[in-house]
């Protein structure tokens, strides 16, 4: 079994990269893969629905600025069995800065979780909503780009700035780099604009848009502030359904 390492990322914040990158994680660590999210997005949500903020003694800062910071001094577990994490904090915000001007900028996450990626069967990734640094060292880093997309108005916004800059990793930096699907999120199907907006995200991806889309749910919402995955937090809602299919669309296309 071939390891894959998936980046969630959209720079429009919002859209449910995290709340999907926690349920993808999740999910694949239940089916029995060991898993590791690693959270790269300065504002920690990741992070804080699986351990306590204070818990945190290194961060994921720490592993790409110091070499002296080794991976297993900063992977921590998280209550979930075959659930690990890398944690953010707040200061992962003084990244993008340091990396300015370094020619080992973007390789820095590749390098970082090389020693430790045959040690899991997927690596999920969590970007912030921007293109900087952080999100090119996330897809430096990975096999595969989750794209999750808003079923609102102005839903493809920005999709194609992505695109150029995946485009242009793969042609530069990693050209193993694939994208493994494009995710509906915060659909609702009885309104006619989530309609008319998934049929328009169809246009613009076509067969890599994910059968599975996910619905609207409070539940979804909740669930991070309990430090659960919908999986345990409400198992029998529309968001745990939901991100169950995904997670066997994700290993059909995956491994
Ligand atoms: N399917 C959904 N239904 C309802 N609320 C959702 C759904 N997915 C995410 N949310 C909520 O929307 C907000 C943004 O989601 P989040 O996953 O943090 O997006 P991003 O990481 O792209 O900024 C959060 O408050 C989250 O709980
Ligand atoms: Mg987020």
Same mark, same amino acid.
């Given at each position: 079994?071939?390891?894959?390492?998936?980046?969630?990322?959209?720079?429009?914040?919002?859209?449910?990269?995290?709340?999907? #990158?926690?349920?993808?994680?999740?999910?694949?660590?239940?089916?029995?893969?060991?898993?590791?999210?690693? /959270?790269?997005?300065?504002?920690?949500?990741?992070?804080?629905?699986?351990?306590?903020?204070?818990?945190?003694? %290194?961060?994921?800062?720490?592993?790409?600025?110091?070499?002296?910071?080794?991976?297993?001094?900063?992977?921590?577990?998280?209550?979930?069995?075959?659930? /690990?994490?890398?944690?953010?904090?707040?200061?992962?915000?003084?990244?993008?800065?340091?990396?300015?001007?370094?020619?080992?900028?973007?390789?820095?996450?590749?390098?970082?979780?090389?020693?430790?990626?045959?040690?899991?069967? #997927?690596?999920?990734?969590?970007?912030?909503?921007?293109?900087?640094?952080?999100?090119?060292?996330?897809?430096?880093?990975?096999?595969?780009?989750?794209?999750?997309?808003? !079923? #609102?108005?102005? #839903?493809?916004?920005?999709?194609?700035?992505?695109?150029?800059?995946?485009?242009?990793?793969? !042609?530069?930096?990693?050209?193993?780099?694939?994208?493994?699907? $494009?995710?509906?999120?915060?659909? /609702?199907?009885?309104? %006619?604009?989530?309609?008319? $907006?998934?049929?328009?995200?169809?246009?613009?991806?076509?067969? &890599?848009?994910?059968?599975?889309?996910?619905? &609207?749910?409070?539940?979804?919402?909740?669930?991070?502030?309990?430090?659960?995955?919908?999986?345990?937090?409400?198992?029998?809602?529309?968001?745990?359904?939901?991100?169950? &299919? %995904?997670?066997?669309?994700?290993?059909?296309?995956?491994?």
């Amino acid at each position: 079994m071939h390891s894959v390492r998936i980046a969630i990322a959209n720079q429009k914040g919002g859209v449910g990269k995290t709340t999907t #990158a926690i349920n993808l994680a999740a999910g694949l660590a239940q089916r029995g893969k060991r898993v590791l999210l690693v /959270d790269l997005d300065p504002q920690a949500n990741c992070t804080i629905s699986f351990v306590d903020r204070q818990s945190i003694e %290194l961060s994921v800062y720490d592993l790409l600025t110091e070499s002296a910071v080794e991976f297993r001094d900063v992977v921590m577990k998280t209550s979930q069995e075959n659930l /690990d994490l890398l944690p953010a904090r707040i200061s992962l915000a003084k990244l993008e800065g340091k990396l300015i001007g370094d020619f080992e900028g973007p390789y820095k996450l590749k390098d970082r979780l090389h020693p430790a990626s045959s040690d899991y069967d #997927a690596i999920v990734i969590d970007t912030p909503p921007t293109l900087g640094m952080i999100t090119v060292n996330a897809l430096v880093a990975s096999t595969h780009l989750i794209i999750p997309i808003e !079923a #609102a108005y102005f #839903a493809l916004e920005g999709t194609q700035d992505l695109r150029e800059t995946v485009k242009g990793i793969k !042609a530069r930096l990693n050209p193993q780099l694939d994208l493994l699907g $494009v995710l509906v999120t915060k659909h /609702d199907r009885r309104t %006619l604009l989530s309609r008319g $907006v998934y049929e328009e995200i169809y246009k613009g991806f076509g067969e &890599k848009v994910f059968e599975t889309t996910i619905s &609207k749910s409070v539940r979804l919402e909740e669930s991070p502030a309990y430090r659960e995955s919908i999986f345990t937090f409400a198992p029998a809602s529309s968001g745990a359904i939901e991100y169950a &299919k %995904l997670c066997d669309e994700v290993m059909r296309r995956a491994y």
